[in-house]
C-alpha cells in the first residue's frame, strides 16, 4: 500500500510546489506595486508574504483555495447560494439527466448501427462528425432554440450534456454489442432465438462492462456540459454560473473554488458509476 501510495504522493507534493512557484510569479508584479504604494519595505521575503496573501490575486495559493471552499461548505446552509454544494446539486442535477438522455440515445444508436449495415455506414459517420463542433459554439445556440419554444430552466442544459456524452456511449456500446462470442450466437440462431432475444440474453451482458467504461468518461464530460450550459443562461444557481459571476467581479479565489468543487463534483460521479459497475458486473460474474 505504502509503494502504491508514494507516487501519487510525490506527484501531488510538486504539483503544490509548482502551483505555489506560478503564484508567486504571477503575483509578483503587484504585491510589489502594493508595497510601495503603501511605503512598506519591500524586501524578498516581504514581497513573497504579499504575493501570497493577496485578497484578489492573479493565481490564489491552494491554502486560499481551501479556505474559500471551507468558509463555503462550513459557513452557509447546504441551501444557500453563499454554499458550494448548493451550486454542486444544480449542476450534477443538469448533468445527471444529459447523462440519462444520452445513455438513452447512445444505446438506441449502437443498436441500430449493429443491426442494421445501412445505418453503420450513413449514420456513424455523422455521430463522429457531430463530435467536431465545438461545444462553446452550439450551447448559446441550444439555450436560445430551446428558449424561444418555451423550454427553459433544466432542459436546454440537459440537452447540451447528452450532445457531449452519447458519442462515447454509442462508439463504446457499438463495441460491446459486437463483442458477444460468435459461437453463442450461432447457438442462439440453432434454437431460432430471435435478434431481440439475442440482444437481451446475450448481446447486452456481454456489452456491459464497454457501457460502464463509457459511463466513466461520459459522466465526466456531462459535468463539462453542465457548466458550458449555465454560462449563456444567466442563471443564478449552478458551478456554472458562479465561476461567471467570479469572473464578472475579479474574484479569482471563487473561481479556483468552483473549479475545484467541479472537479471533486466529477469525481465522485465517477465513483458513483464504479460503485454501480462492480455491484452489477459482481453479480454477473463479469471481470
Known amino acids: 500500500m505504502i509503494s502504491r501510495g508514494l ?4 506527484m501531488t507534493l510538486l504539483l503544490l510546489a509548482a502551483w505555489y512557484i506560478g503564484a508567486a510569479w504571477l503575483n509578483w508584479p503587484q504585491a510589489a506595486e502594493a508595497l510601495t504604494r503603501a511605503n512598506k519595505p519591500a524586501g524578498f521575503a516581504d514581497v513573497l508574504a504579499q504575493a501570497y496573501a493577496m485578497k484578489r490575486p492573479i493565481l490564489p495559493t491552494p491554502d486560499q483555495v481551501v479556505a474559500e471552499l471551507w468558509t463555503s461548505l462550513t459557513g452557509y446552509a447546504p441551501t444557500s447560494p453563499r454554499n458550494l454544494l448548493f451550486h454542486a446539486w444544480v449542476t450534477a442535477e443538469a448533468a445527471l439527466a444529459g447523462l ?9 444508436l449502437a443498436a441500430g448501427i449493429v443491426y442494421t449495415r445501412t445505418l453503420e455506414a ?6 463522429i462528425a457531430s463530435q467536431t463542433i465545438p461545444i462553446l459554439a452550439i450551447a448559446p445556440m441550444i439555450v436560445v432554440i430551446l428558449g424561444n419554444i418555451g423550454l427553459t430552466g433544466l432542459l436546454p442544459k440537459a440537452v447540451i450534456c447528452m450532445y457531449l456524452c452519447f458519442f462515447p456511449i454509442t462508439v463504446g456500446m457499438v463495441k460491446g454489442l459486437r463483442s458477444a462470442d460468435p459461437l453463442w450466437l450461432d447457438l442462439m440462431r440453432t434454437y431460432s432465438a430471435s435478434g431481440m432475444r439475442a440482444f437481451w440474453s446475450l448481446r447486452l451482458p456481454a456489452s456491459m462492462p464497454f457501457l460502464f467504461a463509457s459511463l466513466k468518461v461520459s459522466v465526466a464530460i456531462s459535468v463539462v456540459g453542465a457548466i458550458v450550459g449555465e454560462l449563456p443562461t444567466g442563471g443564478q444557481a449552478g458551478l456554472g454560473a458562479r465561476l461567471l459571476s467570479g469572473s464578472y467581479y475579479g474574484q479569482t479565489v471563487q473561481i479556483w473554488a468552483a473549479l475545484i468543487m467541479a472537479s471533486l463534483l466529477s469525481v465522485a460521479l465517477i465513483a458513483v458509476v464504479r460503485g454501480l459497475e462492480l455491484v452489477l458486473l459482481g453479480r454477473a460474474g463479469a471481470r
Do not use: D
Not at 507516487?7 to 510525490?10: A, H, Q
Not at 440519462?100 to 438506441?108: K, Q, Y
Not at 450513413?122 to 455521430?127: A, C, G, Q
Open 7 to 10: 507516487p501519487v504522493t510525490v
Open 100 to 108: 440519462a438522455m444520452g445513455l438513452v440515445l447512445g444505446i438506441l
Open 122 to 127: 450513413s449514420l456513424l459517420p455523422w455521430v
